[in-house]
C-alpha cells in the first residue's frame, strides 16, 4: 500500500477572497486580508485552501470572466502578495488550489480582442466562430447557461461567436492546439509559483459538436426549468472530446511533483466516474454534489452514498462537497442542527471533504434586495431562485460594524449578526468547535482519513457507517429525525465525539444506543 496523498488526507476549504476580509477599506476582501486570517484557518485545521478566481478580471461572473490568466487582480492584491500567500500557506504545512477556467475568457482578454478584430487574425480560431444559420440568426439552437442564445453577434466581422455563460465571457476553442498550448503554460505559471494544484471550472463544455448540430428538446423538462435546462445538452456538454482534454491538463499537472487536478464536472452520478479517467487519468477528484442535491434523510442519504461510492473506478479517491459559491447554503435547506450533522457526515466519510468559507460558522442564505443583485444568474435568469450572491456574503469575523470584514459597506449584504467567528469561537459548543474537533478527530483517527468504508444499513432514521482501518473500528451514527431514535445493531464502544459536543470523550456505551434528536455519533469499538 503506497502513502495517502496529502489531497486525500486533507479537508478542503474554498476561499472567495473577495468574501473573506477586506484590509484596504473598498468593502471588498483581498490577499493581504486573508493573509491576516490564516492563523484562524490554522486553528481550525483546514489543510488547503481553494482560491476562486485571483486573477484580473471585470468581474462580471465574481471572477470567472478572466481578462489576464497570469496576473492577480489589482483589487485584491499583486503578485508578490500571492507568492507570500503560497509561502506562508507551506510554512503552516497548508497547501494551495487555485481556480483554474480553461473554458472561457473575459471579452476584455488581448486573445479576445485580437480575434474578433478581423478574420485574418492569428487569434481568430483561438475562440469558437459561426456563420449564421440559414435563417440569418444563430448558427443553431444551442443556450447560453446564463440565458438566451449561446450566439453573439460580431458586426465588425460578420460572424458569430460562441458563449456557454455570459455573452461577456466568449468561449475559447479547445480543438485547437495553440490555445491547449496556451493554457498548459497557465497552468505552469502557477505550478511553478508553489501552487499545489487546481480546480478546474466548467470541465465538461471544453468542446462542442463540430457539426453545430441542435441539442434536442428535454422530453421530461416543463416549464418549472429554466429554459436553457429545458434541453438536453448533447451537442455542447459532457463530449468526449471535452473528456480528452482533461488528459492533457493532468499530463502537465504531473509534470510537478505532488500536486492536484479537482475539478467542476456535471451530469448524473453515472457519469462521474469518466471524469477520474479515461484511455488516461483526468481528475484526481471531480467534485460531488451528492451530500447537497439528496434529500436530508437517512434512506436517501443512504441510497445516493452507496451509488456514488459504487460508481466510481476501484482506485479512485472520493470526495464530498457541502457547499460552494454555486450552491445555496446547507444551513438554510436543512437547519442549523442539521448542518451540525451534515460537517460530521462529510468529515467522516471516506474522502475528501470540500467546505466552503462560512460552512464551519453555519452560515445561511443572507438576504439581498433586489437592488443589490450582482449575480448575472439572477439578473438574466430572473425567477427560478438561481441567484448565488446569498451564499457569497462576506464573513462577519465579531459583533463589529460589518462584522469587521470592511470598515466599507460590503459588496455583498452579510448573513446574520451572531453567526460570526468571534461568538462562535467563544462558545465551546458551537457549529465551528465541531467542525474543529472534527478535524482534529480525522488527524487523531487514521481510520476517519484512511479506513475502508463499509455500509451499515439505515434503521430509524439512523444513517450509520463503519470505517476500518488497521484492526481499528469506528461507527458514525446519524440520527437525521428531530425525535431520539435507537440504535440497536452494535457492539460496545466509546464515545469519539457527539454532534452536541456534550459527551464525553472515551465515555463507555453498550447497545441499544440511545441518540437524541438529530444527533451524531462518533463510537470506537472496544473498549
Ligand atoms: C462555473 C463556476 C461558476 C461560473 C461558471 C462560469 O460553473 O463555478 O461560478 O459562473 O463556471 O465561469
Ligand atoms: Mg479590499
Known amino acids: 500500500m503506497t502513502a495517502p496523498k496529502w489531497w486525500q488526507q486533507a479537508v478542503i476549504y474554498e476561499i472567495a477572497a473577495a468574501s473573506f476580509q477586506d484590509s484596504d477599506g473598498d468593502g471588498r476582501g483581498d490577499l493581504s486580508g486573508l493573509l491576516q486570517r490564516l492563523d484562524h484557518l490554522a486553528w481550525l485545521g483546514v489543510d488547503a485552501l481553494w482560491l476562486t478566481p485571483v ?59 485580437e480575434s474578433r478584430a478581423s478574420r485574418a487574425s492569428t487569434r481568430r480560431n483561438w475562440y469558437v466562430w459561426a456563420d449564421p444559420g440559414e435563417d440569418g440568426g444563430p448558427p443553431n439552437n444551442w443556450l447560453s447557461r446564463f440565458g438566451g442564445s449561446a450566439w453573439a453577434w460580431d458586426d465588425t466581422t460578420g460572424q458569430y461567436y460562441y458563449h456557454s455563460f455570459l455573452e461577456e465571457q466568449p468561449d475559447l476553442n479547445w480543438r485547437n492546439p495553440a490555445v491547449r498550448e496556451a493554457m498548459a503554460d497557465v497552468l505552469r505559471f502557477w505550478l511553478r509559483r508553489g501552487v499545489d494544484g487546481f480546480r478546474v471550472d466548467a470541465s465538461a463544455v471544453l468542446i462542442e459538436d463540430d457539426l453545430l448540430r441542435d441539442d434536442p428538446p428535454d422530453p421530461d423538462a416543463d416549464e418549472t426549468l429554466p429554459p436553457p435546462q429545458r ?36 451530469g448524473k452520478v453515472d457519469r462521474i466516474g469518466h471524469f477520474y479517467e479515461g484511455k488516461r487519468p483526468r481528475f484526481h ?38 457547499g460552494g459559491h454555486d450552491k445555496h447554503r446547507i444551513a438554510s435547506k436543512i437547519g442549523q442542527t442539521g448542518a451540525r450533522l451534515m460537517a460530521m457526515l462529510a468529515l467522516t466519510l471516506r474522502g475528501t471533504p470540500f467546505l466552503f468559507a462560512g460552512d464551519e460558522l453555519g452560515m445561511e442564505q443572507a438576504p439581498v434586495v433586489a437592488g443589490r443583485i450582482d449575480d448575472p444568474f439572477e439578473k438574466l435568469v430572473p425567477g427560478y431562485g438561481l441567484n448565488r450572491d446569498p451564499e457569497r456574503a462576506p464573513i462577519r469575523w465579531d459583533e463589529g460594524p460589518h462584522g469587521s470584514f470592511s470598515i466599507a459597506e460590503p459588496w455583498l449584504p452579510q448573513d446574520d449578526r451572531t453567526r ?29 482519513t484512511q479506513g475502508d468504508q463499509e455500509p451499515l444499513r439505515a434503521r430509524n432514521d439512523i444513517l450509520a457507517f463503519r470505517r476500518r482501518h488497521g484492526g481499528e473500528s469506528i461507527v458514525v451514527l446519524l440520527n437525521l429525525s428531530r425525535e431520539p431514535r435507537r440504535w440497536l445493531a452494535m457492539e460496545s464502544g466509546k464515545v469519539l465525539l457527539s454532534s452536541h459536543l456534550d459527551r464525553k470523550t472515551g465515555l463507555p456505551v453498550d447497545p441499544p444506543l440511545l441518540l437524541r434528536g438529530q444527533e451524531g455519533l462518533i463510537i470506537k469499538s472496544g473498549r
Open 55 to 113: 486573477q484580473p478580471s471585470p468581474f462580471r461572473d465574481f471572477g470567472y470572466d478572466i481578462s489576464d490568466f497570469c496576473a492577480i487582480d489589482p483589487s485584491l492584491g499583486t503578485i508578490e502578495q500571492f507568492d507570500q500567500l503560497v509561502t506562508e500557506l507551506h510554512r503552516r504545512d497548508m497547501h494551495l488550489i487555485l481556480d483554474f477556467v480553461p473554458n472561457h475568457t473575459a471579452a476584455e482578454h488581448p486573445w479576445f480582442v
Open 231 to 266: 434541453l438536453r445538452r448533447i451537442f455542447t456538454d459532457d463530449r468526449r472530446e471535452s473528456l480528452e482534454c482533461l488528459e492533457e491538463l493532468r499530463a502537465v499537472v504531473e509534470e510537478f511533483d505532488d500536486r492536484m487536478l479537482a475539478g467542476e464536472v456535471q
Open 420 to 448: 460570526n467567528v468571534a461568538s462562535l469561537k467563544g462558545d465551546d459548543r458551537s457549529i465551528l468547535h465541531l467542525c474543529c474537533s472534527l478535524i482534529a478527530l480525522r488527524k487523531q483517527e487514521p481510520a476517519l
Open 285 to 322: 477528484l471531480p467534485l460531488n454534489f451528492a451530500l447537497l442535491d439528496t434529500p436530508w434523510d437517512a434512506l436517501s442519504l443512504q441510497a445516493n452514498i452507496d451509488a456514488y461510492l459504487n460508481s466510481i473506478p476501484e482506485n479512485a479517491w472520493p470526495c464530498w462537497v457541502i
